[in-house]
């Protein structure tokens, strides 16, 4: 089947699967190029490198290239759980589905150890299932990552089906926004969410199920020593607290970091920690469907391409693990007790000159003053399009 590109409402219906391979093989040769320099960190710092790393929500993003690193930088063993769907016979899988399956193929061809469970990581089965796995193969998680973007939660005690969605609180947020398949800017305005709407949020991206696979993942014994535990985190900029940190999603992120501290005494007998690590605003899956952010991601790249400052999702995890996991001492945090990667984003020169451009953005100077182009090309790679050498003309198996 020749694949195309669907595209309804910024979320991609199709993802092409040698597009997806050849990504992830970029991916891992990035990783795979930073490997002495990552081993050299290590020992600068007489910190061991990870062994045996799982990664929840392993498919896309953060979560990928999480993996991606702790694999081909590290020679970690990795486990990842992740929640995608299989192609049909006309209808291709979703690009993490074909991004899994080229990460276990590199990662044999490399002789080393993956396994990717797909399932419903909110669910008991789904713990039970890893913790089964752990055992058969003989791993202890030095590294749990964290790294879940989802719409809804079933509660594995209630069977509730939580929904989250992103809200100012108070009042009504107004703004304007970019659609970057069109450059069509327009006025939206939110209606504020409501304590059910809170709940909801806090219920499906807050920390309760990252608590639960800690709880469940010491329990059974499948930590090692010193484990580390990280979830990811956003914060962003002041003009756009209302919408996010603000939100029903800041709500939610905010429990997520008041679980950090709970979990690393939960994890006193192991030597353990946790921590969130707040990254920097990139276009995945879960961001290009957050309203009125895409305006000030295309100012943002576009600033901090020209400052020299940009990075995508392999090099902030490369960031994170060299300069953060691996640092000299004790992991730098910030006041809070986050890691924080959005250092560079959050500049006081980038947030003004990001500001600037969105102050000035109209229909007309959009392409020159934003990078409207880079955004549209890392959605479209994130679903497997727009790669460079793959010949989109070729009838390609779904499979
Ligand atoms: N993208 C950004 O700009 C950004 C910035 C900072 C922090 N973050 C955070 O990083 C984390 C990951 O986000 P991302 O942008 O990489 O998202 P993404 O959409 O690329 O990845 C989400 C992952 O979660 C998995 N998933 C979703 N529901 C699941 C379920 N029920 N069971 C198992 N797996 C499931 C998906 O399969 C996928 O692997 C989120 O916590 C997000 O808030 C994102």
Redesign the pocket.
């Known amino acids: 089947m020749i694949v195309k590109p669907v595209i309804r409402d910024n979320v991609c219906m199709t993802a092409h699967p040698v597009g997806c391979a050849s990504l992830v093989e970029d991916w891992v040769g990035r990783a795979r190029a930073s490997a002495a320099s990552m081993a050299e960190a290590a020992r600068a710092a007489g910190k061991p490198l990870p062994k045996a790393v799982l990664v ?8 990928l290239a999480t993996r991606v690193t702790a694999a081909f930088s590290c020679g970690a063993r990795t486990l990842g ?4 769907r299989g192609p049909g016979a006309e209808a291709t899988a979703s690009p ?1 589905w074909y991004n899994n399956r080229a990460f276990d193929r590199e990662a044999t061809a490399a002789g080393l150890y993956s396994c990717t469970l797909n ?4 669910s008991d089965a ?1 713990k039970s299932a890893v913790i089964h796995q752990a055992r058969v193969d003989g791993l202890k998680f030095d590294q749990v990552i964290y ?4 719409p809804v ?1 079933r509660d594995p005690r209630t069977g509730i089906l939580h929904k989250s969605s992103l809200r100012p609180i108070g009042k009504p947020f107004s703004g304007v926004t970019v659609d970057p398949f069109t450059g069509i800017m327009s006025e939206v305005s939110i209606e504020p969410g409501d304590e059910e709407k809170i709940a909801g949020a806090v219920k499906v ?1 807050g920390g309760e199920d990252w608590e639960l696979w800690v709880e469940a993942l010491a329990e059974a014994g499948v930590l090692a020593r010193n484990c580390v535990t990280t ?4 914060i962003g900029p002041e003009h756009s607290y209302p919408i996010y940190r603000y939100g029903t999603i800041g709500r939610a992120k905010e429990h997520l970091e008041r679980t950090a501290p709970a979990l690393t005494a939960r994890l006193a007998d192991v030597h353990g920690s946790a921590y969130v690590s707040v ?4 276009v ?4 290009s469907v957050i309203p009125v952010i895409p305006l000030y991601m295309v100012s943002l790249f576009k600033t901090m391409k020209e400052m020299g400052l940009h990075e995508d999702c392999v090099d902030q995890i490369q960031r994170l693990y060299r300069d953060r996991f691996l640092a000299p001492g004790a992991i730098p945090v910030d006041e809070a007790g986050r890691i924080r990667l959005d250092d560079r984003e959050l500049r006081y020169d980038v947030q003004e000159e990001t500001t600037r451009r969105m102050r000035e953005a109209t229909e007309a100077n959009l392409a020159e003053l934003t990078d409207l182009e880079g955004y549209r090309r890392d959605f479209m790679q994130a679903h497997g399009f727009d790669v460079p050498g793959v010949d989109y003309s070729a009838d390609v198996s779904l499979m």
């Open positions: 929840l929500g392993c498919s896309t993003g953060y979560g759980v992740s929640y995608e993490g399932l419903d990581a909110f789904a790294s879940l973007a989802s939660r991206m979830a990811y985190s956003y990254n920097k605003a990139l995945t899956r879960a961001s």
